[in-house]
């Protein structure tokens, strides 16, 4: 526990410094009541650590790799090599990515408590087959020889189901706050979902590593599975909808949704609305370029830091040490920047923002090619966190909102996560093949083509084409403001 409190701790001081500086900026021309700040508070908290939590539940995965590729596998190499983990996590997302389909039209019927429940609930019992799965792979258990001889098979399905359930949370969250947040403050809402995704990196990256050191590889996947039980429990007494439910005054938002009182859309109608609005579609696709460079970071560094460490020694440097707590810190400074900046600097519009940090990204990426086998490729991955993960909140969290509008954001975010999990779908099935294959050595060492930093070259260079195509797309929106969405 003492270990845990101290690794939090950077990130609690962080937190307060970014409240009281938010505390201190000139106000929006928003009023609410004590009362209802109060209770809005009461409301998003605990839906969004819940999603916090369904992050450390999706890139758990990531974590139970560095066990896994130390088993050995029925083919006598590692059990969940480079190569079968992109496979697995490829599935995953590419589910991820098309299950807005489905539950971005559930969301907006049956509104984001009931997404946020189902989401937790799915993603906790798929955890659990997960965990007792790795039990019977540990122990040599019943079913070792099926789940050894069938184990990327195996952990795509469950995996692919956990996403599934997943994709409920975003859309949750992002449709349970657009009535409860004004055009004018959504800015620095986006800051608290840059907040609350970070969080999630942190606990997926640095407890999970903590629960695999201390208490062993199963609890990996049984203690998220734990927390979104004890969440759950709390969003069904706590969150709802709307102000309205909660004895709070409803109010207009000014989104795309205003001023339109008449029926609601059916689904379809919906889909081809956002699938014509050029706006929705350009940021969809800046955030599909998101997705694309977010994982190639988030996913691939520790990877190749351990597996080039024999020359390169970097898995003794800072960063690897701390990858969950900085990757946390990053994101919260690149989610609060891009949200007060959107607000205070550019009046609510979200596309300045994105092109800034795209530019950042781009340079970031073209930076990293000559720099990523010296000791500065930490602080640089670093950095394009910060920025990826700016744009990522300000365009999923807070654009999906605006020019979604709160009637019909459930589909407007569906669509735009969708497209940040295809690019990561895309990015991980393109390292799946590009990157070096590892072998298992004497005493599970990790050796072959992996261990050559040279043969990791393919890793910087892909982030280039995603960098300048999401600037390219991120410049087009510059100018955009939410309006009503109408069928032509």
């Known amino acids: 526990m003492l270990e845990w409190l101290r690794e939090l701790a950077p990130i609690l001081i962080l937190l307060a410094v970014v409240t009281i500086v938010i505390s201190r900026l ?32 999706r890139y758990n995965l990531k974590v139970s790799k560095f066990a896994f590729e130390s088993m050995q596998g029925t083919d006598g190499g590692p059990m969940m090599g480079n190569e079968a983990f992109g496979v697995i996590f490829g599935v995953g997302t590419v589910i991820y ?12 019927r049956f509104g984001g408590r009931f997404s946020i429940l189902v989401g937790a609930a799915g993603a906790l019992l798929m955890n659990l087959l997960m965990g007792l799965v790795t039990v019977s792979l540990v122990n040599h258990g019943p079913g070792y020889l099926f789940f050894a001889g069938h184990f990327v098979t195996v952990f795509s399905v469950l995996y692919g189901a956990n996403m599934y359930f997943q994709s409920f949370g975003a859309v ?33 990256f640095d407890w ?9 590889l199963t609890w990996v996947f049984f203690f998220p599975a734990v927390a979104l039980g004890i969440f759950w429990v709390l969003d069904v007494f706590l969150v709802r909808n709307t102000p309205g439910e909660a004895g709070q005054k409803d109010f207009d938002t000014a989104d795309a949704s205003s001023g339109d009182d008449g029926p609601k859309l059916g689904a379809v109608a919906v ?137 019909n954001v459930g589909i407007a975010v569906g669509i735009i996560d969708g ?21 298992l050595g004497v005493g599970g060492a990790i050796a072959g083509a ?15 084409p995603a960098a300048l195509l999401g600037l390219f797309l991120a410049v087009r929106v510059w100018n955009a403001t939410a309006s009503r969405l109408t069928a032509k």
């Open 419 to 439: 497209f940040v999990y295809l690019g990561t779908a895309v990015m991980s099935f393109t390292y799946a093949v590009i990157l070096p294959r590892e072998e």
């Open 172 to 204: 949750a969250i992002v449709k349970v706050n657009a009535s409860w947040f004004h055009v004018r403050e959504r800015g620095v809402f986006g800051a608290i979902f840059g907040i609350l995704i970070s969080l999630g990196i942190y606990f997926a």
């Open 97 to 108: 990515g098309f299950s807005f389909l489905i539950n971005g039209p559930l969301t907006d």
């Open 450 to 464: 992996a261990t050559d930093p040279a043969k990791w070259i393919a890793w910087p260079i892909a982030m280039i």
């Open 208 to 216: 999970s590593m903590l629960i695999l050191n201390g208490i062993g």
């Open 26 to 57: 000139p106000k929006i021309e928003i009023s609410h009541s004590a009362a209802f700040r109060r209770r809005r508070l009461l409301n998003w908290l605990p839906l969004g650590l819940t999603y916090a939590f369904l992050y450390m539940a």
């Open 271 to 407: 889909f081809k609305l956002m699938l014509r609005n050029p706006i929705i579609m350009t940021i969809a696709g800046v955030e599909f370029c998101s997705g694309f460079l977010r994982q190639s970071i988030m996913q691939w560094f520790r990877t190749f830091a351990k597996q080039t460490d024999a020359v390169l020694g970097l898995k003794s440097s800072f960063v690897y040490e701390n990858w969950g707590l900085l990757l946390c810190c990053a994101g919260i400074l690149g989610g609060v920047v891009a949200g007060v900046i959107s607000d205070h600097v550019f009046q609510s519009r979200r596309g300045p923002v994105a092109a800034l940090l795209y530019m950042l990204m781009l340079a970031g990426s073209i930076a990293l090619v000559f720099v990523y086998r010296t000791p500065l490729v930490g602080a640089l991955v670093l950095i394009m966190s910060m920025a990826v993960i700016g744009v990522h909140g300000m365009l999923s969290g807070t654009a999906s909102m605006d020019f979604g509008g709160r009637k």
